[in-house]
């Protein structure tokens, strides 16, 4: 049967409710600009009526209503968004290493400069030019192992640069796989502890806000595939391999690749199983069709270190190559001034040891500029011979000259940068885009926060101002009733 005391506990129960939907409020209002949060609210069901049919139920006018309860805490999040962001926050990290490593590059090479391999090409043709005017002025020929060894030197130095540049990205890649790995545990440890929670009935609204960014910062790094069981706990792989299991994770590791020892290839802690990083990952360096399925942070420096680079330091072995082998099989056969013949000009086996040969640097006389010792000291038609070699097309299967193939490599690492620049800044836009619309549904707005608050206050004032009405009415009953008279 209802009765009096039943008003009070209605009023203590809409009190306990306001009370917890206030301190959500707070929560909110506290946490408007932490990043990842996910606004909350009390989820506000009536109480269970009284009463089931019985013979004790008050029949008159059926069951009476107990009041409000709170159902649940109710998170605001999207997660196809947080998907959708995901996939894009990796596309974009990945552009955005290559972007950052094309431009280091285009530093590399330094055009266009005057110190650059272009200027000093160009000078070290011109001195064979004047060389084949003059070729018994010791000046002229001081002058061409000047430019010669300038040229070298730019050539081997900026070899260097790339070579360095690739060591760095190496090491990147440690450092990328050291970072997944802390992300992994966490997210494991994390799984652990809402797995705990949601399976007593509660909602682990804060630790799955927390999950989440940690997800997302891992999308930024590795491309993976995220799946929810029943318990709430995320199931995290790689490649089809698990990365993330309940409470597990799975490490991965760097190790020197046995088919090139001076990098590091990325396989799983466990197997020593080379990892699927988004792609395939081969020994010796990707394969040709990662570059379009590899993204993230760790994606985009595999494709820095094992393609954009070594194109770029193969592009200059050819060159060097190419200038090493026809300048000295015109000067080997000419003749220097003291009647020397057969050495070579430049020596080294490619960019990185490209050099001038010691034994010419260190006399001008042993500059074959003559193509026959007969006609020595004023024959210059070995130089002139040289000289051409600045508008043979020796390049591309003879499609290109020297100079035309390495303008044409600039030309092309130009592009490629600013593609990068591009999709950085396309991908940017896509990923701000998705996060102002998770924002739109997960944001803590303060107007929204106050307004509610006053709500739960009103309430919660009125049912105060009930549980007085009702504890005036039980005094009544139990102090005053049967009084009168007395």
Do not use: C
């Amino acid at each position: 049967m209802y009765t009096t005391f039943g008003s009070l506990n209605t009023a203590l129960q809409t009190l306990h409710s306001m009370q917890q939907s206030i301190q959500t409020s707070s929560h909110n209002v506290a946490n408007a600009n932490t990043p990842g949060y996910s606004r909350q609210s009390t989820v506000l069901v009536a109480g269970h009526p009284y009463s089931v049919p019985a013979m004790n139920r008050y029949a008159p006018f059926g069951q009476v209503g107990t009041g409000v309860v709170v159902d649940r805490m109710k998170r605001f999040r999207d997660s196809y968004l947080d998907t959708q962001i995901r996939q894009e926050t990796l596309a974009r990290d990945g552009w955005e290493v290559r972007r950052d490593v094309l431009q280091q590059a285009e530093v590399v090479w330094n055009e266009p400069s005057e110190t650059a391999i272009n200027s000093q090409m160009s000078q070290f043709w011109t001195s064979w030019q004047n060389m084949a005017t003059t070729p018994a002025e010791t000046g002229t020929r001081t002058n061409l192992l000047a430019d010669a060894d300038a040229l070298a030197t730019t050539i081997t130095d900026t070899y260097r640069q790339l070579k360095d540049l690739r060591t760095e990205l190496d090491a990147q890649v440690g450092r990328h796989v050291g970072s997944i790995n802390t992300l992994a545990s966490q997210i494991a440890s994390i799984n652990e502890r809402i797995r705990d929670v949601e399976g007593v009935g509660q909602q682990a609204n804060d630790l799955r806000d927390q999950r989440d960014q940690l997800l997302t910062e891992l999308s930024g790094y590795i491309n993976v595939d995220i799946h929810e069981g029943e318990s709430g706990t995320v199931m995290v792989s790689l490649g089809g391999k698990l990365l993330v299991m309940d409470h597990v994770a799975t490490q991965l590791r760097v190790e020197a690749d046995p088919a090139n020892g001076t990098l590091n290839r990325v396989v799983w802690a466990d197997t020593g199983q080379i990892a699927q990083v988004g792609g395939v990952q081969l020994a010796g360096g990707l394969s040709a069709v990662a570059p379009d399925r590899l993204g993230g942070k760790l994606g985009g420096t595999l494709i820095a270190r094992d393609m954009i680079v070594p194109g770029q330091m193969n592009r200059l072995d050819q060159i060097a190559n190419t200038l090493r082998t026809q300048v000295n099989t015109l000067h080997s056969a000419g003749f220097g001034l003291d009647g020397s013949t057969g050495l070579n000009f430049f020596t080294g086996t490619g960019a990185q040891d490209f050099a001038v040969n010691s034994v010419v640097l260190a006399d001008t006389n042993k500059v074959a500029a003559a193509a026959d010792a007969a006609s020595l000291p004023g024959d210059g038609s070995n130089a002139l011979a040289i000289a051409r070699l600045a508008t043979t097309k020796l390049m591309n299967g003879g499609t290109a000259t020297i100079d035309q193939y390495y303008r044409s490599g600039i030309a092309e690492l130009g592009q490629q940068a600013r593609q990068a620049v591009l999709m950085t800044e396309n991908q940017d836009l896509l990923v701000q885009h998705l996060e102002e619309r998770q924002e739109q549904i997960a944001g803590v707005s303060l107007d929204e926060e106050t307004t509610r608050m006053l709500q739960y206050q009103h309430t919660y004032q009125a049912a105060a101002r009930v549980m007085t009405t009702v504890d005036g009415m039980i005094d009544t009953i139990i102090n005053k009733m049967g009084l009168v008279g007395r």
